[in-house]
């Protein structure tokens, strides 16, 4: 089993900062990909941005120059900085990890960004 430990979040302005974290423990895998979904009220749950073992990652358009995944492989933790935040930000940020075929997910982590 995969156990997934989040951080950070909270509330901030809209042109303020917040960073995230996400620690992994388990049956790790080498070869897995870590990375950070959203869901807001009424909306899907979707893709902010995911990386790699070798560090390639991708973003959402939505959080591209904003947002920048990284990861610590000897620590199994990923880590989102969102800068320039938005009201439209304002989601539960799930930490995801996809390895083996499965996805494991953590508890989720409330962002919130006022106007």
């Known amino acids: 089993q995969v156990q997934l430990v989040e951080s950070g979040g909270g509330l901030v302005q809209a042109g303020g900062s917040l960073g995230l974290s996400c620690a992994a423990s388990?049956?790790?895998?080498?070869?897995?990909?870590m990375g950070w979904y959203r869901q807001a009220p009424g909306k899907q749950r979707e893709l902010v941005a995911q990386?790699?073992?070798?560090?390639?990652?991708n973003y959402a358009d939505s959080v591209k120059g904003r947002f920048t995944i990284s990861r610590d492989n000897a620590k199994n933790t990923v880590y989102l900085q969102m800068n320039s935040l938005k009201p439209e930000d304002t989601a539960v940020y799930y930490c995801?990890?996809?390895?083996?075929?499965?996805?494991?997910w953590g508890q989720g982590t409330q962002v919130t960004v006022s106007s």
């Open positions: 388990g049956s790790l895998f080498r070869f897995n990909v």
């Open positions: 990386i790699t073992h070798t560090g390639s990652s």
């Open positions: 995801i990890l996809k390895q083996l075929r499965r996805d494991y």
